[in-house]
Structures are given as C-alpha cells and as structure tokens.
C-alpha cells in the first residue's frame, strides 16, 4: 500500500529539548514538504524539498531543521529555538513542488 | 491580508439537505485550485484539482467548480459521513511577488442525521 507514514503519533518535548519527527513515503515523489497546523489558521509551510539533498526554507522555518538524504526521508527536527512548537505537524508529497499533495496522518507535538 | 478566504468558517446541515462552500483567492496567475477533506486529528485527503474558470470536478456527493476569483465546493444531499473540515489551496502568485501555495482557514461542515 503506498503512502505517507509519520511517526510518532504524539509526541512530548520538554523545554529545552530538539525532537525530530519522522516522514516516509514510499509513492517515489520527488517533491516533500513540512507544514505546521495551529487551531483557527491555514496549514503553513516549514520546509520542502524538490529532490534529495536540496530544501528551501517555507513560511515558518525558524526553529526547525530538515535533511533529505534520501528520496523516501524527510525527517524534521523541531529545535529549542523553536519558542512555541507545541502544534499539529503535517508531511506531505507530490510528484512536482505545488501539485496535488498527499499528507500523512501527522504528529502532534505538545511541551510539558 | 488573506489571499484565500474560505467561507461559512462553519456550516451545519441537515442530512440531505445540499449547499455550497466557498473558497475566494487574490493570488494572480492561478497555476491551480486545490480541495481537501480534513477528518479531526487526520492529515488532509485530495479531492480535486481545478486549473482554469469553467472547469468543474465530480466525486459521489461532491462537485467543484472555479471561477476566475472563486471556488465552490457544491455538496447534494449530504450524509453525516461527509461530515469533516474542507480546505482550499491555490497555487499562484501573491502580492508580495512570489510563486506560493497558500492554504484557506477551512470550513468546518457537519451533517446531522
């Protein structure tokens, strides 16, 4: 069955901490993407990536770290720096950078 | 300002009972239009994609259609399972003079049986 994993499913990060959130596809999409989820806002864009080990900074990037090594991967680390990271993260892929997207079923960060 | 606005924020229907949701957009040079469905605590699921004014999209209950400005989202005798939140994204170019995709707030619509 092909689609987009994320894992976990919840996770708690003190303060203080780096936590890195995972994301795999297995649909051979080129294009990858980090969105963050707030209540009462659009999705907005952390990271993307057209093709492995190349990533553009989004909207939001501040606070936050992504590698693409390989074409499946694209892991996100949410920093100290980060100041407010408790929200509801998203991965997704296209074929092409702003096509038709396919999401994962998210993770949701929360600081204790 | 908003470049795409999503319109009611909510929506309550009584099963059967069709409407429509709306998803306008200042971005210029529309490069395409896209629906999702949002179920609480999911990750959103493509519906449709919609490229030039005139062209409309069907799935089941569903019919999407675009204008130069503006999308509906045209739902016909609703069941509770199409009960979700429904986002609209463009893709083209803002204000500001970039290439973007950007993501309405939402409308979140519930079907009472």
């Known amino acids: 069955d092909g689609g987009i994993t994320q894992s976990p499913k919840y996770l708690f990060r003190k303060e203080g901490q780096n936590v890195t959130l995972s994301c795999e596809q297995n649909?051979?999409?080129?294009?990858m993407y980090w969105y963050r989820q707030d209540p009462g806002q659009g999705l907005r864009l952390i990271y993307y990536?057209?093709?492995?080990?190349?990533?553009q900074k989004g909207d939001i990037a501040e606070g936050y770290s992504v590698s693409r090594e390989k074409k499946e991967s694209f892991p996100l680390t949410v920093t100290s720096a980060q100041k407010n990271p408790t929200a509801f993260y998203l991965c997704?892929?296209?074929?092409?950078?702003?096509?038709?997207?396919?999401f994962g079923q998210g993770t949701r960060l929360t600081v204790v | 300002e908003d470049q795409v606005t999503q319109s009611p924020e909510a929506l309550r229907l009584q099963e059967g009972e069709s409407s429509s949701l709306n998803c306008s957009y200042t971005?210029?040079?529309?490069?395409?239009l896209f629906w999702y469905r949002q179920d609480p605590g999911k990750g959103p699921e493509f519906l449709f994609t919609?490229?030039?004014a005139g062209e409309e999209k069907e799935k089941e209950r569903l019919k999407a259609t675009l204008t130069k400005k503006e999308s509906f989202l045209h739902i016909t005798a609703p069941k509770p399972e199409d009960s979700a939140t429904y986002l609209c994204?463009?893709?083209?170019?803002?204000?500001?003079?970039?290439?973007?995709?950007?993501f309405g707030k939402g409308t979140k619509l519930t079907v009472n049986p």
């Open positions: 997704a892929s296209s074929t092409a950078v702003n096509t038709e997207a396919f």
């Open positions: 649909l051979n999409h080129d294009a």
């Open positions: 994204a463009v893709h083209g170019w803002t204000q500001g003079g970039s290439e973007k995709l950007v």
């Open positions: 971005v210029s040079g529309l490069r395409g």
């Open positions: 919609l490229y030039s």
């Open positions: 990536s057209q093709i492995v080990n190349d990533f």
